[in-house]
């Protein structure tokens, strides 16, 4: 009999028999016999190895999960459809509604997701079903495993460390990298989030019954500082200005309801601002560092957004916060009703998207980022290995302080250098390309004018050029090395505002679990 790991290999090598190319194992009849002893060898050998997890603890199942992902692809090409009138009779079909509409344009992974860029929903349309991580994949295996996965419900995260080598090494204030982020810190190692979320994903395909679901996660590293809201667990950075904190920047949950349009999902509590093409949480970035225009807009809000779709190619999203960046109880002039109106149009051949609007609007008095911002995304797929996407906000507050007031304290980016109206707009492109199953190069390009100095404290016109790869080795890991070039081009604002320009060498690590 097998032992654990020998079954362990033996289901990944028949597995790979089984799975390979048409043009390598079925020319010939016996071809393609082979294959088919294959596929039963893989089956069977799995069927083993299932019952014995099932006699296992959760640990040991948990540890022989984890080894299996850390020896498995990241990406693994759905097979070839069968002619018609061939198909294998003894693989049933999946249960339930997979998709609805378009489908998915991109593979994920390699690439942070699979959709167009919306924000504030899941995909209206999809039944939400993600490849389990080790710590679910050790509750499916167990004797209870069914139950899991009706539940929906579903525990996972990573923990990213980055190390960076820059020519700003001015670091008396511990920020000689500003404004790049997150690594703010030169040429040294940082522990940038660890990462927990629990979660259940509503079945957004179905369309015969109302649905629900929910997301709370947890954060810790470096990485908080650009998460926190005014008056929730904020004290650690903007009175004590510790380098590493703790977060939780999704606390949410979500209601599905089928019969309004295509679908409609509503979002309640606090969230991830809908606009933008990066977010907070590493996994979700084509590369390790940020733009400076996703670095310096909105983070967070606390609130309530709408988002129904209309049909395959139009989805509306209304929203009502009560500002950016603040908690509802917080007394601050930030603190306001604030508007969200976004709109995601896709085309037919699902090759481009539009999406935009106003990701937050209100007075614009100035308080705790009280930005108002304007914002559009065009995305464009070449083929199945090159497209690009490109994002420009403008942004603005009135009333502007130049230094801390007894109603304006703090501020999330900086006091502008002159008073009265404030304002700022940046364009951004990134550009992609599929090199291998497990890998991607991309090209960052960026122009920030942060014009008062309202983000930066600099009034000034920035540029940022950047290279980066990012690689899976296997289903748990991902390796993200970069160079970045930027410029300043009015005031001196690197290594702690005595350079005009700065070049770092930046990797991160993430392990998914």
């Not at 088919?36 to 190895?49: F, G, R, Y």
């Not at 190692?189 to 079945?203: A, I, M, S």
């Not at 908080?224 to 949950?253: A, C, E, T, V, W």
Request: aromatic content about 14%; overall charge negative; proline content about 6%.
């Amino acid at each position: 009999m097998l032992n654990q790991s020998g079954l362990q290999r033996a289901v990944l090598i028949a597995a790979a028999l089984a799975t390979a190319s048409p043009a390598i194992l079925a020319d010939t009849a016996s071809d393609q016999k082979a294959a088919k002893d294959a596929a039963k060898v893989a089956a069977a050998a799995a069927a083993t190895l299932a019952e014995q997890k099932r006699h296992m603890n959760y640990w040991e199942r948990l540890d022989a999960d984890f080894r299996e992902q850390l020896g498995a692809p990241c990406y693994e090409p759905p097979a070839p459809a069968a002619p018609a009138g061939k198909e294998d009779k003894a693989v049933p079909p999946p249960d339930g509604c997979q998709r609805r509409g378009l489908p998915a344009p991109f593979d994920s992974p390699p690439y942070p997701d699979g959709e167009w860029q919306l924000g504030g929903s899941p995909t209206i349309g999809d039944s939400g079903i993600v490849a389990p991580g080790p710590i679910m994949q050790a509750f499916y295996d167990g004797p209870n495993g069914d139950a899991w996965k009706a539940s929906r419900f579903q525990i996972y995260g990573w923990e990213d460390f980055s190390g960076n080598l820059s020519t700003s090494h001015n670091d008396k204030t511990q920020s000689a990298n500003f404004p790049e982020s997150y690594d703010l810190r030169s040429n040294r190692l940082e522990e940038n989030q660890f990462v927990l979320y629990l979660e259940r994903t509503p079945d957004e395909c179905q369309t015969d019954h109302i649905d629900w679901g929910f997301r709370i996660s947890g954060v810790y590293g470096l990485d908080y500082r650009y998460m926190i809201s005014r008056g929730f667990l904020s004290d650690q950075l903007i009175k004590d200005n510790h380098y590493y904190g703790f977060d939780m920047p999704m606390m949410y949950g979500n209601i599905y309801i089928p019969w309004v349009a295509e679908g409609m999902n509503i979002c309640i509590g606090r969230f991830i601002s809908l606009a933008d093409i990066e977010a907070q949480l590493a996994p979700n970035n084509l590369m390790s560092s940020h733009s400076l225009l996703y670095t310096f807009d909105p983070y967070t809000q606390w609130g309530m957004a709408t988002t129904i779709k209309m049909n395959k190619s139009w989805t509306i999203q209304l929203g009502l916060t009560d500002g950016n960046d603040v908690a509802p109880w917080q007394h601050d002039p930030g603190r306001e009703a604030t508007g969200t109106a976004m709109v995601q149009w896709i085309s037919d051949n699902n090759m481009d998207s539009i999406y935009g609007g106003a990701n937050a609007f209100n007075n614009a008095n100035f308080g705790y980022n009280n930005i108002q911002q304007y914002v559009a995304t065009y995305s464009h797929k070449f083929s199945e290995k090159v497209w690009t996407s490109t994002d420009g906000w403008y942004m603005f507050q009135r009333n502007a302080t130049t230094a801390p007031t007894a109603d304006v304290p703090y501020q999330n980016g900086a006091f502008p250098v002159s008073p009265g109206f404030v304002h700022e707009w940046a364009f951004l492109n990134y550009t992609m390309w599929r090199i291998g199953p497990g890998l991607f190069f991309t090209v960052r390009n960026e122009v920030f004018d942060d014009a008062e100095g309202n983000r930066t404290g600099y009034a000034t016109v920035y540029s940022e050029h950047s290279i980066g790869f990012t690689w899976w080795p296997d289903k748990l890991i991902t390796i993200r090395p970069e160079l970045r070039y930027e410029h300043s081009y009015a005031e001196q604002t690197y290594d702690n505002g005595t350079r005009k320009n700065q070049v770092t060498a930046q990797i991160d690590f993430v392990l998914h679990f």
